[in-house]
C-alpha cells in the first residue's frame, strides 16, 4: 500500500512538491497530520488548502463529488482581505483538478482500507508506524519552519482540542476506526533515524536553518507513551548533534522535565507548557489528563534554570484568577501566545456545566485575553501573535 500522503498528492495529477500546480502557484508542502492539507505559495505569500470528505451541512470554499475544499490563512494574515479573496480562488480553481482525480485515488484509498481491516492492522489503539516523511514546510513566508510530529493523536485527549476533527479526516481515509479522541496514537518509532536523515539533506539545501516545532497540534511529544519509546527525546538528540537550529516544544506534560538538560544543550531552544488557567479544579474539569498547574509551572521553573527559554500558550481561555495567572507566567515565563477558544469539538458537555458555561461566550473569552493581555504585558512579559516566539 502506497503512503497516504503520495495518495493524496496524486489529486493533483502530475504535481510535485516545489512545482506550479496553477500558473504561479507553487505547491511548498504536503501533510496529512491535519487532515489533508497543501500549502501554496505566490508572490511571497502562503495559502493551506484543506480537504475533507463531504458531508451535509459542512462550509467549504469549492468542492466536487466526493470532497470539499477550504483554505486556511497563516496566523498573520487572517484578516487579510485580500489573501482570503486569493485563498477563495485557488480552492475554485483546484477543484476541476482535484474532481478529474478523486475517483480514481479515493477508490485506492478505500481499497487500501479494505486491506487493512483484512490484515486486522487498524484495531490497535496504539499503532507502532515507520515510513514516510517526518519535516513538513509550515508558517508563513516571512516566518516559515518545519513541523516535526514523533506522534499523531494524543492520550491527554483534551476535549476541546480542535486537531481531533481534523486528525479525524486522514483516519478514516485511511480506514482506521471512529475511535475517541485521548484514545489512540500512531507513533513514528523509526522518527529519530529518519529526521537524522531529513536534517543531514535540509543542511545542504536549507542555508537558513529553518526552526523546527515540536508539536504541530496533532499531538503532545510529552504524553505518556514518551516515558516507554522516548521519540522526542531522541529526536531532541540528533537536533543537538546537528548544525545548530531553532528548536520549539509545546506540551501538557510535565514529562519534559526529563530532557531540561538536553534543551539547554540546544543553542536556541524554546520550550513550553499550555497554561490555560492558573486554577487546577478547572484544569481538572476540562483536561484531567493533562498535567497539575503547579506541575506545569514546576516545570517551567526548571527548565529556565536550566538555561532554556521558556514560554506559555493560553489557549482556550478558562476561568480563574487572571491575575494570579499573569503573575505565575511572569515568574516563569520568558513569552506567551494568547488565544481564545476555537470551537467546543468534544467538550460540550464540558461547558455546559453550569459553573462553566459563561466562558464559552465568545464575547467572554475576547474580554478575558485582552485583560491578560494587559496584565502580562505590565509585567514584561513578551507577547508573540505567530507561530514562533521571536528573539
Known sequence: MQDLSAR????????????????????????????????????????????SPAREGARYAARTSRLLITYRLPPSQRHDAAQASAGLALCQQLAPIIARHEDAVLDALEADARAMREERVGAARIRQLRGGPLLVLSGSAAQPFYTLSPYVGCLIGCRFCYAQSRVGVARALSGLPD???????????????????????LDRVDGARLPIKFCPIVSDPYQAIEAKLRLSERCLEVLAAAPPRRVLVLTRSALIARDAALLARLPDARAGVSLPTIDDAVRRHFEPRAARIDERLGTLRTLRAAGVHTFAVVQPM??????????????????????????????????????????????????????????????????????????
Open 179 to 201: 475511535t475517541p479522541w485521548g484514545a489512540f496514537v500512531d507513533a513514528r518509532v523509526d522518527a529519530p533515524e529518519q529526521l537524522a536523515l531529513e536534517v543531514a539533506a
Open 318 to 391: 478558562l476561568p480563574g484568577d487572571v491575575h494570579a495567572l499573569a503573575d505565575a507566567i511572569a515568574a516563569a515565563c520568558d513569552a506567551a501566545s494568547l488565544d481564545v477558544l476555537r470551537g467546543e469539538e468534544g467538550a460540550t458537555a464540558d461547558f455546559d456545566d453550569p459553573r462553566y458555561a459563561f466562558s464559552r461566550d465568545e464575547r467572554w473569552q475576547r474580554e478575558r485575553l485582552d485583560t491578560l493581555r494587559d496584565a502580562l504585558l505590565a509585567r514584561g512579559v513578551a507577547l508573540f501573535d505567530d507561530e514562533l516566539p521571536s528573539d
Open 8 to 51: 493524496l498528492l496524486a489529486l493533483l495529477g502530475d504535481a510535485r512538491l516545489g512545482g506550479e500546480v496553477l500558473p504561479g502557484q507553487r505547491l511548498v508542502a504536503a501533510s496529512t497530520e491535519l487532515g489533508i492539507r497543501w500549502t501554496f505559495e505566490r508572490n511571497g505569500q502562503r495559502i493551506h488548502v484543506e480537504l
